[in-house]
């Protein structure tokens, strides 16, 4: 679970935040897990 937080990525942190509210229960899943890349991905590339 830590490893999703990244201390050195500060958009990361965001996007997993977002995604933890936004998904809810589904974060702890695979499903949750898939969207939080695909957030950070989105980010990266908006950024």
Do not use: E, P, Q, T
């Given at each position: 679970?830590?490893?999703k937080s990244n201390p050195?990525?500060?958009t990361h942190?965001?996007?997993t935040k977002?995604?933890?509210a936004l998904a809810g229960e589904?974060?702890?899943g695979p499903l949750g897990?898939?969207?939080d890349l695909a957030r950070g991905l989105?980010?990266?590339l908006r950024g």
């Open positions: 679970m830590s490893a050195g990525d500060g942190g965001k996007g977002g995604s933890k589904g974060s702890r897990f898939v969207v989105r980010d990266l």
